[in-house]
């Protein structure tokens, strides 16, 4: 193996929304590197920040349609029974939520917590709150997916935190997704809360570091159930 093969295997690569932020970065580094030069090297730290936060590590996605896995890389903030967004449409019983909150230095991809096709995509304005805070799931912005799955429908919503400013999401109403695969990105700092229907075991604890796509937050029962679809 060559020495760039070496870098290359070594290096985690960097998701393609956050090469235009890296390259800005860079070019204001240079800039400000010719009015004084100690800022050149403030903005170079940046710069590799930017590319730390940008990172899109591959993961390794249990395949098992009983388990919902973490749609982020973070901290759990919450578990517990709450009604579910109303733009979900997924009724008005409380479900399983268990939340977890993004800072500044996790990598922001979002994953699917489970395999389903994707039913309904609504996106709400709102405020920019910390996103830790529990008030921050009816008063900020987010972004609601629903995914019928082997066991219902389960709710994921991407909410917008005090710094993050931008919700990326690339799926789609009649989307297929694996679990663990990548459907969205927030920029920069955030939440995301994930509904479960009846039957969900929750396996973490408030408190506990979650990795997308790898960390079981909760496991159905082994009988599976038909997939239901609430939108044709």
């Known amino acids: 193996m060559s020495l760039v093969d070496t870098i290359r295997s070594t290096l985690v690569p960097i998701h393609r929304e956050g090469w235009k932020f890296v390259a800005g970065f860079?070019?204001?580094?240079?800039?400000l590197g010719l009015l004084w030069k100690p800022l050149m090297w403030i903005g170079f730290v940046l710069t590799v920040w930017c590319a730390y936060f940008f990172r899109d590590p591959e993961r390794f996605t249990p395949q098992d349609d009983d388990l919902a896995v973490s749609p982020a890389d973070g901290r759990v903030s919450a578990v517990g029974l709450v009604t579910p967004p109303v733009e979900l449409e997924l009724g008005a019983e409380p479900m399983l939520r268990i939340s977890v909150f993004m800072n500044v230095f996790n990598c922001h991809v979002n994953r699917a917590p489970m395999r389903g096709r994707v039913s309904?995509?609504?996106y709400r304005?709102?405020?920019?709150?910390?996103a830790d805070l529990d008030k921050a799931s009816e008063e900020n912005e987010r972004n609601g997916i629903v995914i019928?799955?082997?066991?219902?429908?389960?709710?994921?919503?991407?909410?917008a935190g005090l710094v993050a400013r931008r919700i990326l999401c690339w799926t789609s109403i009649n989307t297929h997704l694996e679990?663990?695969?990548?459907?969205?990105?927030i920029r920069f700092g955030s939440r995301l809360d994930v509904f479960l229907p009846a039957g969900a075991q929750p396996r973490v604890t408030?408190?506990?570091?979650?990795?997308?796509?790898?960390?079981?937050?909760?496991?159905f029962k082994s009988d599976k159930g038909p997939v239901v679809s609430r939108r044709g």
């Not at 860079?26 to 800039?31: I, N, R």
């Not at 679990?179 to 990105?185: D, I, S």
């Open 120 to 122: 309904w995509v609504s």
């Open 148 to 159: 019928d799955t082997a066991h219902g429908s389960i709710g994921v919503v991407q909410i």
């Open 125 to 130: 304005p709102g405020k920019f709150l910390n």
């Open 26 to 31: 860079f070019l204001a580094s240079l800039v």
């Open 206 to 219: 408030v408190g506990q570091t979650a990795i997308a796509g790898e960390t079981v937050l909760a496991e």
């Open 179 to 185: 679990a663990g695969e990548r459907f969205g990105l």
